[in-house]
């Protein structure tokens, strides 16, 4: 990393405010980041936080080491053990719960899908040794285990 305090504060951060219903959680957090810290932390430090939370909204690829890292640790869920991840994605749908089954994973599959298209699911070689391997594997049967049920349907 190149600046660990950078990403320490946006992992305190990131989702400070949460809002299931709303679309700008993110945002939102930066903001009051970047609102409560005021004038006791520099400007540099305040913008790196800030591209850090934002970098978790993952519609971009991270640039840097330091997004690398905040995005890893950010999806590093997907890489528990199966019971842990599967019991972690049913307490999203719960936190999802004004959504109709078919907007929630609709949207769901969308981004799963996103991450497996990607090169490489972890862009850090730490968190790829780690996580890489299990976090695809989660998904693919995960989105399996979706379409059985009829939540969604093939590509």
């Given at each position: 990393?190149?600046?660990?305090?950078a990403v320490e504060?946006?992992?305190?951060?990131?989702?400070?405010?949460?809002?299931?219903?709303?679309?700008?959680?993110?945002?939102?957090?930066?903001?009051?980041?970047?609102?409560?810290?005021?004038?006791?932390?520099?400007?540099q430090l305040q913008?790196?936080?800030?591209?850090?939370?934002?970098?978790?909204?993952?519609?971009?690829?991270?640039?840097?080491?330091?997004?690398?890292?905040?995005?890893?640790?950010?999806?590093?869920?997907?890489?528990?053990?199966?019971?842990?991840?599967?019991?972690?994605?049913?307490?999203?749908?719960?936190?999802?719960?004004?959504?109709?089954?078919?907007?929630?994973?609709?949207?769901?599959?969308?981004?799963?899908?996103?991450?497996?298209?990607?090169?490489?699911?972890?862009?850090?070689?730490?968190?790829?040794?780690?996580?890489?391997?299990?976090?695809?594997?989660?998904?693919?049967?995960?989105?399996?285990?979706?379409?059985?049920?009829?939540?969604?349907?093939?590509?």
């Amino acid at each position: 990393m190149d600046d660990p305090n950078a990403v320490e504060l946006s992992i305190w951060f990131h989702d400070v405010i949460y809002d299931a219903k709303a679309s700008d959680n993110e945002e939102r957090s930066a903001r009051y980041f970047s609102e409560t810290c005021g004038q006791d932390v520099d400007r540099q430090l305040q913008s790196k936080v800030h591209d850090l939370i934002i970098a978790t909204i993952h519609k971009e690829l991270p640039l840097t080491p330091d997004g690398k890292y905040m995005v890893d640790i950010d999806l590093s869920s997907f890489g528990l053990p199966w019971d842990k991840f599967l019991r972690d994605s049913e307490a999203v749908r719960e936190e999802f719960s004004h959504l109709s089954d078919a907007e929630f994973y609709s949207a769901q599959k969308e981004f799963l899908e996103s991450l497996l298209f990607r090169e490489h699911f972890c862009f850090t070689e730490f968190f790829r040794q780690r996580h890489e391997k299990t976090a695809r594997e989660n998904i693919r049967r995960y989105l399996d285990s979706l379409k059985k049920q009829s939540l969604v349907g093939d590509a």
